[in-house]
Antibody
């Protein structure tokens, strides 16, 4: 069974940093591109970052470029999102999602909540 | 950035009825559009990809159509578990973007 499990969310002060992790299982982790998508409370979905299967190519939404860094360790079956210079508007549930053979996100984690507040 | 506009914002229907949800793109997507279902406290679930293909395990009552800038998700014979929020998403350009969602609620 394919599973993605996020961790690392929590409360952080504005300007602070946090690292999210997403551990995959039940599939060949190193063969799939992975994405981070976030959802502010009561709001819609926002794509924020992507990384290819080998980790060599990354993409960022304008809202996080220069502040967030996506990476992966295929030996640990883990995806990361290093978040810096956090702002109150970064408050959201952060999901990792696999890019499936169809070209779409076929499996998602359960999400981890990031709260930015003083 | 491609903007996706979903309508209506809220759709109130009864179980057994049919639902038609729309998604309009600010520029042509060809067929690079998907539909997701999200229930409270859960992650989104892929329903339809490339405009009209059902994802694995999705019941046949869900169907998608359209191309270019106008797309439709049709649910025939609503089941109680279908009441949720539905999002369209494009992958024609980075960043992939979502519509703002349509809430399908029980009338």
């Amino acid at each position: 069974e394919v599973q993605l499990v996020e961790s690392g969310g929590g409360l952080v002060q504005p300007g602070g940093s946090l690292r999210l992790s997403c551990e995959g299982s039940g599939f060949t982790f190193s063969s799939y591109s992975l994405h981070w998508v976030r959802q502010a409370p009561g709001k819609g979905l926002e794509y924020i970052s992507a990384v290819t299967a080998n980790g060599l190519t990354t993409h960022y939404a304008d809202s996080v470029r220069g502040r967030f860094t996506i990476s992966r360790d295929n030996s640990k079956n883990t995806l990361y999102l290093q978040m810096g210079s956090l702002r109150p508007e970064d408050l959201a549930v952060y999901y990792c999602a696999r890019l499936g053979p169809s070209g779409w996100n076929d499996y998602w984690g359960q999400g981890t909540l990031v709260t930015v507040s003083s | 950035e491609i903007v996706l506009t979903q309508s209506p914002a809220t759709l109130s229907l009864s179980p057994g009825e049919g639902a038609t949800l729309s998604c309009r793109a600010s520029q042509s997507l060809s067929s690079y559009l998907a539909w997701y279902q999200q229930k409270p406290g859960q992650a989104p679930r892929l329903l339809i990809y490339d405009a009209s293909n059902r994802a694995t395990g999705i019941p046949a009552r869900f169907s998608g159509s359209g191309s270019g800038t106008d797309f439709t998700l049709t649910i025939s014979g609503l089941e109680p578990e279908d009441f949720a929020v539905y999002y369209c998403q494009q992958r024609s350009n980075w960043p992939r973007t979502f519509g703002q969602g349509t809430k399908l609620e029980i009338k």
